[in-house]
């Protein structure tokens, strides 16, 4: 069983910067893919980025391909997301999740996930 638990979520203006945290407990996450996926209000969730331990392969959605990065310290357990020149439209809660796994390439469906943190707010103001 792996738990997870989100940070860094708030309040932040338009081109503003963020760095989310997402740190796994239970078990070590070396041969896990670990990934992002946020909610907005009224929509489905959706991918945002995830990686591969096993490669560090990184996949990031188009919508915030060059705005985001993804990195994490297996040492720690965690993931951080980068979130830099935000916009209103990234408003939106961010869950982590992790599956087990020595994967080449990190999934990209929710479905393809086992664990899930309880998320973190987002809220980006123009």
């Known amino acids: 069983q792996v738990q997870l638990v989100e940070s860094g979520g708030r309040l932040v203006q338009a081109g503003g910067s963020l760095r989310l945290s997402c740190a796994a407990s239970g078990r070590t996450v070396n041969g896990y893919a670990m990934g992002w996926f946020r909610q907005a209000p009224g929509k489905e969730r959706e991918f945002v980025s995830a990686?591969?331990?096993?490669?560090?392969?990184?996949y990031y959605a188009d919508s915030v391909k060059g705005r985001f990065t993804l990195s994490g310290d297996a040492a720690k357990a965690t993931v951080y997301l980068q979130m830099d020149s935000l916009k209103p439209d990234d408003t939106a809660v961010y869950y982590c999740?992790?599956?087990?796994?020595?994967?080449?390439?990190?999934?990209?469906?929710?479905?393809?996930?086992?664990?899930w943190g309880q998320g973190t707010q987002v809220t980006v103001s123009s």
């Open positions: 999740a992790a599956v087990p796994g020595a994967m080449y390439y990190p999934p990209v469906r929710e479905n393809e996930y086992a664990y």
């Open positions: 990686m591969s331990w096993f490669t560090s392969n990184t």
